[in-house]
Every structure is written in C-alpha cells, then in structure tokens.
C-alpha cells in the first residue's frame, strides 16, 4: 500500500473574527474614524444614484453601497505613501484613500467635513459625471479615478485588469528603498483571471509588498460564485502560492481593520504579498439602483438578511455603546454629509429650460471642451528638448561594421550605465549569456540585479512594467519573446498601457519599452512569426519604432528610453546576426521622433518600408535599374510620429507609391499606410498605390510554406517589374 503523508501549506491561511473584547479596546479614533467615512461614502453613492436615476449620469455607476466596510478598514491604516488601485465598483476605495490623505491626525469626534473632504467629494461627483473638474477632468468617469497625490492609483474596467500594474507599483515601492505598500482591489470575478493569478505567483517569487484584496460579494453581475468555482473560500488561493492569507467577514469592519494591520505589518517587515478576503454584499444590482432581486438572480430574504448586517449599523451601534458619540450626533452627521452632497450638486446643476417642470441638467459651463478631446493621448515630447540627434551621414564620432544584435546589447547596457532608473525584465532574459538572442549580455555584465528573469505570464510582467512607468521611479524596458505573445497581454498593453495617459485626464507620463522580435523565416511557425505592426499602430497611445540598421537602433532606442510615451521597440531576427555600419564607442546620441530616413533617391516611385524589408527593397532596385526610386524608411511608424513630410515630399515628385512589407495582409501595416496616404495625397497620385506583402494565412513550419506566406526581395522584384512595364 502507498503511504500518505498529509501536506500543509507553506504559509498560514486564517479565518479572522472580530471579538467582543477588541470592540471594547479599539481605538476610539479608528472606530469614529471608520464609521464618519463609512456614512460619507453611502451618502456619496446614494447621491451618485439619484443622478443616474435621473439621467444627469452618462454610462455606469457601479455602487458599492453595503461594502464600505472593507473599504473603510483597510483604508484607514494606510499612509498617503502607500498606494491602492481597485475595479470598475471602486468608489468606496478611491473616496477613503483620498479621505485619508486629507484629514488631519486623530480626532476626538466623528471626522469633519472641512474644505479638503468637501474638495474630494466635488471632484469625484464632477469625475463621475464626466466633468471638467473631475480628477481626471471627466475622462475616468466611475470606472477610471484616479488621484496620484492621494496614492489612488487608477481604478479599472477590465476585471482583474489593474491587480498587475499593482505589482508594479510594489516593485517601485520596495527598490526604492521605502516601507510602502500598494493595496490591490478586486472582486470574485476576478480572482479567476488568468492575469490576477499570474501575478500572485510573480509577487510572491519576487517578495513585493503587495496586498490582494478581494472583495467577495458573491456574485460577478449575476452569476453567484459557486458556479463558477469549487473553492468559494477565494483566499484559499493565496496556499498555492505561498501568500499568507486571511479571510474575514466584510460586513464586520473592525476585523478588516485587524487583517490589514497583520497583513501591513508582514509587508513593511519585508515578507512579501498578503491576500485578504473580505466576504461583502453590494445591495444594489451590478449597475444602477435596481436590487439583485429585481433581475430574478438574488431574492428579497437573502438580500434583507446581509442589509440587517450593516457594517455601518454595526459601526454605529458599538460607538453608541462606547459613548463615543451619541445617536443624535451620528444621525446629525448622516445628514450633515448628505446635505453637502446636495449643496455640491447643486454647484454642478441647474434647471433644465429645455426638459420637464423640476428637470435640471448638468451646468453647460461643467463639461469638458471639446476640444480636449484628444488631449494627452501622448505627450508633447518636450522631454526631449536639448537632445543631440545625429544622423549616420553627418555623424562625428567613429563608424565601423558592427553586428546589429551587439549593438542592441551595448546601447541598453550603456543607458543603464547613465540611468539607474532603467529595469529589464522578460523571461530568460537573465539567463543564456545575455537572453535567447544575446541582447541584455551587456546589461548583464554591469547590472545583473537589474536584468529580472521573469515567469513565462506575458499579462503579468508587462502589467507589471506598466505599472512601474505610471508610477514613474523605474523606467522598465520589457522585453517578449515573440511578437506574437503581444496577443497574450493584450490587455495590459491596448487597454492598459497604451490608455493610461488619456484616459486618467492626459497629464500623466507612461515611460515604458517594450522590445519584441519579428521571426518570420525562422521555421517557428504561425505563433511565433507575425508582424504586429498593423496592429500595434491602431492604438493612439502608442509610439512604434523598426530601426533597419545598427546606427539607426543606437538612435531610436535612446529617444524611446528618454521618451515619457509608451515605445514599442520592433526588431527583425534577421538582422540580428547581420553587420552594418554602427558607432565604436558613442552611443549617447538620438534619432528625432517622426524622421524618416531617405535610403536611396529616385524620382519614378516612392518606396515605403521598415525593418529588414529596407534592405530587401535596395536588393530589388539593384535588380530592376529601370526604376529610379526613393526608397524612404519610415524608421518611426505610429501616426503621430509618422514623417508624413518627407512622405509627401517623395509623392509629389514621384507620383507613385509602393509600400513593402514582409507580414500577412490581414494584420497589414501598408493597409492602414495606403488608405492614409490617399486620403492626405490624392491630388498628387497617378496611378492606384501598389502593395508588397505576406500572404494572407500566418507562416507554417514548413519551409516551402513558410517562405511561400511571408515577402522578400523577391517579391519586391516582381511588384517593380510590373509597375515598370506599365
């Protein structure tokens, strides 16, 4: 017979109550305390309601009435220093961590309304309302607040989708020497995501001082949880990952106080993330002012049973009983708060000419211009005011023949030589001598603790680099594999990375880099091989550089570690063993964004391209003499940075346009490049615009297939010789 040892996991994972006895010895100021924000924050979302009931708010309002207090006590013991982001139902934790930072230190009775609370109450209602005096003048609305100076990171849309950035701050928090933390909010629903559960296992392998809050309110829009998991106790998770765990009853707020000071206290000592699980109950449908019980998923018992928990009503009770305030003065207070939020909606409102007897509208003079619309979708560049920009023709310093993947290697070693703030993460790319291709060997050499090999949790690791460049003490360069696992995190890199600056009100800088490689022709296959490109540039946040030669990669990595925009890096397995002509020992220069680069001069057509496909395109002129081009690389290829003057400039001599690429039609970057150039140079086109590309499946393994689905010089070569014979 086998013998059966029983295991047990490596870290506690407890059930925390709440006693009589520590009710008695709670601090009066954290009872006061909890219970004024607590009864600030309903009447906040009671307001918030009554609006949308009446029209005045546009989109959802995710109420988190009846789970203040989770919020209120793990707030309270934060410090301003400290950071939290949370979900689309985030209210609660914006306003209390925006409370905290306002208010003065301990008071002897509930806490008062002064100017900073009313200012923070003002500005979440305009943010909600999608106002120009929201905190982020009315782009977030209720799903995206964020207030950086309160340490109120950014609440989020996509479920899970903000638990990795959160990391990011840890790690920011811990490496800069600080005993600060970041409090990471979700609900049930996510605690299945894949990237919330890749980034328990990346927190806890790198020790971060990171805390999981899950807030189970038993229901994800309307499916209760236990269809959707065999383990409803969710902090059960945290033992798979060897993250001590608590679990408490979300309505009983003093426990939650006591949770977060243990879980506080092993963070700051340096013991790595926590995990709490508070169990709560929104007593509202997922959005709006309908219970559960009116959509048919939750009935009224179930629904009564949690509003007689109240953890307000029970926070009342015990200060009643304490004599630390009496009924009147609570009840006063309740009214208090809710006659300020009506003085504040007034403030915003008036009467509307237009609608009902008694309807008011929002104040024409609140909403935001509309010209700033698109505002801060990046930023003005002028970071990079002062830069020496130096082009291969005109450079001083000394050339030779250099490979293109050492180039790499030297240019990001040096700026982390010059930057301490410069981080490179991605999986193996501490190991094998400087990665899977040799580009973080120098890195190595000089700063192995800042080369951090990561798991293989794309979602993970680039939330994780986002978050570290919003928070902006680390400048992460990030590096994929493979184009290909861009699709792995998308969310972190469309939603996330690419949205941040606009979306939390267009001030804030996102200075990450993410370097990936193209590999068709490798033999690696439809996973591995695709150019991203057409897809990387339908995203306004983004910056896209495709250096074609070392001189250039010197350049254009320099101005994307120095850019505050998010760069995506593109580079071409096949020019990694090639040599070209790059500098010795300069490699502090830059490449301006939105130069391209003229490669040869010809006035019967204007070829476009980027990456190895450069080359390709000077191989086939070389072959089809007939046609005198100019063969422009484009060298920057996202729409703003795009050097739409050099483009028209070639146009309006030429007349004729080729546009080159080596990937498949359907993720083209030449669609998207030809319909543009129509639009801005019909006049000077005579003839249609012509096109090279991949075919329209991703490459196989086979070779025959492979070089059958992909373009090379070849193809080039016959596209030339037909519009030569026409």
Known sequence: ????????????????????????????????????????????????????????????????????????????????????????????????????????????????????????????????????????RGRGGSMHLQWREAGAMGTNAIVGGGVPQAAGFAWNQLHAGTD???????????????????????????????????????????????????????????????????????????????????????MRAGHGPTIIEAEVYRYFHQNGAYPGSAFGYRDKAEEKAWRDRDALDQLRAHVVRRKLATAREVTAAQKKVAAVMREIGDSLLEPDPEGKPGTRRIRPTAWPDTAFVDVGVRGDLSELDGSRYEEAASFSGKLTDRRFIDVVSDVIGRRMETDERVVVLGEDVNRLRGGTNGATKRALELFPDRVLGTPISENAFAGLGGGMAIDGRFRPIVEFMYADFMWVAADQLFNQVAKARHMFGGESAVPFVLRSKLAAGTGYGSQHTMDPAGVLTTAAGLRVIAPSNPFDYVGLMNTALACEDPVVVLEHVDLYTTTGSGPVDDLDYRIPVGRAALRREGGDLTVISYLSMVNHCAAALDQV?????????????????????????????????????????????????????????????????????????????????????IARTEEVVSALRDIASN
């Open 625 to 709: 003499p007939e046609i005198q081009a100019d063969l422009i690389d484009l060298r920057w290829l996202d729409r703003a940075s795009l050097d739409w003057d050099t483009v028209e400039a070639s146009i309006r001599k030429t007349n004729r346009v080729l546009i080159v690429e080596q990937g498949a039609r359907g993720t083209s970057y030449g669609g998207w490049l030809a319909d543009e150039i129509q639009r801005r140079f019909f006049d000077w086109l005579d003839a249609p615009i012509e096109r090279v590309t991949g075919g329209e499946a991703s490459p196989s393994i086979s070779k025959v297939l492979e070089r059958a689905a």
């Open 1 to 136: 017979m086998p013998s059966r040892d029983p295991l047990s996991p490596s870290s506690p994972w407890v059930e925390l109550s709440a006693s009589a006895e520590d009710w008695d010895a709670a601090d009066p100021a954290l009872l006061l305390g909890m219970l004024g924000q607590g009864l600030w924050i309903r009447a906040f979302e009671e307001y918030a309601l009554e609006l949308a009931g009446q029209g005045l708010i546009h989109g959802p309002v995710h109420s988190s009435i009846g789970q203040e207090g989770g919020a209120v006590g793990s707030v309270l013991p934060l410090r301003s220093d400290d950071f939290v982001n949370g979900s689309h139902r985030g209210h609660h934790q914006f306003l209390a961590k925006a409370f905290g930072h306002v208010l003065p230190g301990k008071a002897d009775g509930l806490p008062e309304l002064n100017d900073d609370v009313r200012m923070v109450l003002r500005r979440t209602l305009a943010e909600i309302c999608g106002l120009a005096d929201g905190f982020c």
């Open 180 to 266: 600060a933390v970041t409090v990471t909010y979700f609900g049930d629903g996510a605690v299945n995501i894949g990237s919330v559960l890749e980034t328990f296992n990346l927190a806890a392998a790198w020790r971060l001082p990171i805390c999981f809050f899950i807030e189970n309110n038993l229901y994800a829009v309307s499916t209760p949880i236990g269809e959707v998991t065999a383990e409803a106790r969710l902090s059960a998770r945290g033992a798979g990952f060897n993250i001590p765990s608590w679990r408490v009853d979300g309505m009983d707020a003093l426990a939650v106080n006591l949770a977060m000071n243990e879980a506080l206290g092993h």
